[in-house]
Each structure stands twice: as structure tokens, then as C-alpha cells.
């Protein structure tokens, strides 16, 4: 069995793959300060719960946007599950695809991971919009290219600095208002509404110059656990496992 792990800013999942299916996944806070120890117990038990041992886990893929995390995560690979882990980007592991982009090296690698997913399961160009702790924007081509993209603060990011330099505004927990009006009659409901509406007209802004700018027929898909938030219609496609995809496409074709 496969264990990808996809190492965010925020969150780290652990997804355990048996060929093409997801098993089970499971997610912890992000801290560059954990040991390998540390996950290795936390791991045992939820491997546990899916009957599933140790030496049953034979290959090890990890893609990560927090350089820090890498040591104890690839440790963990190797003293716990006896096996030399793939990084995605690097080695074996190497980008398949063409980046059409000046600075080819500093892809962050879910990114990456999305677009390779993404261009596996549609067809021509394609969008990922993956709302994480940065709202990201990915651009392919359709031969599967890397054509760049946008990098915006995260909802939740723009939410926690409004409300953190701010001295009367409450915290808020991010969902959809309950009806369409833009005009707030409290400051709760106005707080919702500049976050929500306001990213909803972000993202179909950029949408619209993107599809322009490409000029073709495009695919928008939506990944990350907040694309769910958002009006229906606005994706053509909403992929809540589309890193965790990638990442084991990668492994497949780096060690077929």
C-alpha cells in the first residue's frame, strides 16, 4: 500500500491508497516541529482502526509546501515504514509536465500536484482554483503544460487579519449568507458578506479575464474543503482529492 502525504501550510494529510482507490485519509495541524515519533504513534493507531500494519505500508510519496516539515515526514518514511520516500518535484519524482513559466523551481507542489491530476481526468485547458490558506489559481494547457496562475490570501487568512487588526469586529466562522443581498443590516451579517460575496466576485473576475486570456474553451475545477461553499456553477468540477490524486500518479509513474 501507498501512504501520500500531502503537507500544506495549514494541515497535513495522510491518505492511505491500495492501487487506484483512497482508502482512508486522516489530517493533523502542520507542525514543522513534529517528529517523526510523533506521527509514527498517531499513524499506528488510525492504521489500526483500517486493520492495516506497518510493514503492510511498502511505498511512501510526499508533497509538501513547508520545507521544514520534510526531515521528520521523510524519517517517518524511512524508520517506521522501512522505505526510501518520493518527494514530488524532485528525483524520481520529477515534474512531468512542461512549466512554461520563468521561474520553473518555486512551483509549490500541491500545485503541481493539481494541475497533473486535473489534466489526467479533463480534457483541453484547465483552471484549478484550490482554496487552502492562499486562494490559488492554476493554469494548464491542453497538452498539460504549466502556464502560471494567481496567488491570493486564503479566506480564512483574510478573515483572521480583518478581525485580528481590528478592535470591535468579531471572529466569524466562514459560510454562505443565507440569502443573495449585499447589504448587511449587521455588522455579523456585513463581515460575511464582504468575505463571501467578496471572494465569490474575486473569483469570477479573475475567471473571466483568465478564460479571455486563454481564448479557448476552459475547465474550471475546484479543490479544497471550502470549494463546497461557493454557488454551484461556478466550477465545472469540484475535486476535494485532487492533490491526493496526484500524488499518486506520480508515484505510479515514477516507479512504473
Not at 88 to 97: K, R, T
Not at 103 to 117: H, K, Q, S, V, Y
Not at 173 to 187: F, L, R
Not at 207 to 220: C, F, Y
Request: hydrophobic share 45%.
Amino acid at each position: 500500500m501507498l501512504l501520500a502525504i500531502d503537507a500544506g501550510n495549514t494541515n497535513i494529510v495522510f491518505a492511505l491508497c491500495d492501487g487506484d482507490e483512497i482508502k482512508a485519509r486522516w489530517r493533523i495541524a502542520t507542525d514543522p516541529r513534529r517528529t517523526a515519533d510523533e506521527y509514527a504513534v498517531w499513524l499506528k493507531q488510525l492504521l489500526s482502526l483500517e486493520k492495516v500494519k506497518f510493514k503492510q505500508v511498502d511505498a511512501v510519496i510526499i508533497g509538501t509546501v513547508v520545507p521544514r516539515a520534510l526531515h521528520n515526514l521523510s524519517l517517518l518514511a524511512r524508520r517506521y515504514f522501512k522505505v526510501e520516500p518520493l518527494v514530488a518535484g524532485h528525483g524520481a519524482a520529477a515534474w512531468p509536465m512542461t512549466l512554461d513559466v520563468p521561474e520553473p523551481d518555486t512551483l509549490g507542489a500541491d500545485r503541481g500536484l493539481n494541475i497533473i491530476a486535473a489534466h489526467a481526468e479533463h480534457e483541453g485547458d484547465i483552471v484549478v482554483i484550490d482554496f487552502g490558506t492562499a486562494t490559488t489559481f492554476d493554469v494548464a494547457d491542453y497538452t498539460g503544460a504549466y502556464k502560471g496562475g494567481v496567488i491570493a490570501p486564503g479566506i480564512n487568512l483574510s478573515l483572521d487579519a480583518l478581525t485580528g487588526k481590528t478592535a470591535q469586529l468579531p471572529k466569524i466562522a466562514i459560510e454562505k449568507p443565507d440569502d443573495d443581498s449585499v447589504i448587511g443590516t449587521t455588522t455579523h451579517s456585513q463581515m460575511l458578506i464582504g468575505v463571501y460575496w467578496g471572494y465569490v466576485a474575486m473569483i469570477e473576475g479573475l475567471l473571466d479575464r483568465t478564460k479571455k486570456e486563454i481564448g479557448r474553451p476552459v475547465t474550471v475545477i475546484g479543490t479544497g474543503g471550502l470549494s463546497a461553499l461557493f454557488p454551484e456553477g461556478m466550477f465545472d468540477a469540484i475535486d476535494f482529492d485532487l492533490t491526493i490524486k496526484g500524488l499518486m500518479m506520480l508515484h505510479k509513474q515514477a516507479t512504473s
